[in-house]
């Protein structure tokens, strides 16, 4: 079997832009956009998830290639139907409610002997994924921590580890708008939050990030998603070298016309995340000012207050109405750095 691909895995909490930042990461030459997938085998195959390529997953071309050398390899179960049951069950007994766990000394040890056969199984999938589409970098944006962090402990697989950060204000305004979740048939909503469990889960998976990640210097790095949006290409070629990607070439073209990258549908197999993935032509990547008009200011100071440490660690404005210092230009992304003026 040639080497395991490098897994770019984008870390933090839900609404960051992670969709956008692993699609677009995609593009780069060499590097597969696979979505998340610490839900692969629950949504996408469990599910019959819609990949943007217009298939449903189990029969896309990429993805159906891909489930089948996982079964050949596994132990797991003789079908994609089984092997996708018994990976969904296994999944489950390590959920964001776990996390606070993770830390404790000795915990994810005995976690880890009890998922080694999930763990190695998706250590095939990332091997399989390699194989099919020849990428040698794949891009993760399951956001999970912990998922990330028994990957790296259990399945022996060089995971890099993108911490990856948003105002809390847009995090808590996207995570209140009720959205259809076109990536399921049927007609489904994508699951909204309030302010506090927003607060509780933005406070929890940051500093878990930091807590499980930031020690391996060589695997954490520091985004905040309104630098990317200042400098994409610059941001992803920091990127790319943050992956060990020293190639010229592993950089992205300046956008078209109209500001952004196109893409090909055709060739776009992102198998889970923000909806927003399905039918894009397009890559346009703006600063979202939606939640500066929209986010009610009683919410707005609420998750400033709630959120206030990281507000601070993260150099946002305390106040809700005050812009985004951008980061030093430094031209590259610092390795265990927090956030433009923190260290
Ligand atoms: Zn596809």
């Known amino acids: 079997m040639s080497q395991s691909p490098t897994v770019v895995y984008i870390g933090g909490t839900g609404r960051t832009g992670s969709t956008t930042v692993d699609q677009l990461a995609g593009q780069l030459p060499g590097w597969f956009s696979a979505g998340e997938m610490g839900w692969f085998w629950q949504l996408a195959v469990g599910a019959n998830g819609r990949c943007p390529c217009g298939r449903i997953v189990p029969e896309c071309e990429v993805w159906s290639a891909v489930l089948a050398r996982v079964v050949d390899g596994t132990s797991m179960g003789d079908d994609v139907a089984s092997v996708a049951a018994h990976m969904t069950e296994a999944r489950r007994t390590f959920h964001s409610v776990h996390l606070p766990a993770m830390v404790l000394p000795g915990f994810s040890r005995r976690r880890l002997g009890r998922m080694q056969s999930y763990l190695d199984t998706q250590r095939l999938l990332y091997d399989a ?3 099919v589409t020849g990428a040698r970098v794949i891009v993760d944006s399951a956001k999970e921590p912990h998922y990330a962090f028994l990957l790296r402990q259990g399945a022996g697989l060089d995971i890099r580890f993108v911490h990856l950060v948003r105002d809390p204000r847009a995090v808590g305004y996207s995570w209140g708008r009720r959205k259809q979740e076109t990536g399921l048939e049927g007609d489904r909503v994508m699951e909204s939050r309030g302010v506090l469990r927003t607060s509780a889960y933005y406070l929890v998976s940051n500093i878990a990030a930091e807590l499980l990640w930031r020690r391996h210097r060589r695997q954490y790095c520091f985004v905040r998603y309104e630098d990317f949006v200042a400098d994409p290409v610059g941001t992803l070629t920091s990127l790319a070298r943050f992956a060990g990607d020293e190639r010229d070439e592993a950089t992205l073209p300046p956008p078209e016309s109209d500001g952004g990258w196109g893409l090909n549908p055709a060739a776009t197999h992102t198998a889970w995340g923000n909806p927003d993935r399905i039918g894009r032509t397009s ?12 986010l009610p200011a009683w919410k707005a100071w609420l998750l400033t207050i709630i959120n206030l440490p990281l507000v601070w660690r993260y150099g946002y ?3 809700p109405s005050g812009r985004v210092a951008p980061a030093a230009r430094s031209g590259r992304l610092r390795a265990s750095s927090i956030g433009p003026s923190r260290q």
């Open 317 to 319: 404005p305390m106040r």
């Open 129 to 131: 994924i390699g194989e």
């Open 283 to 294: 890559l346009r990547i703006r600063e979202d000012t939606a939640w500066r008009g929209g």
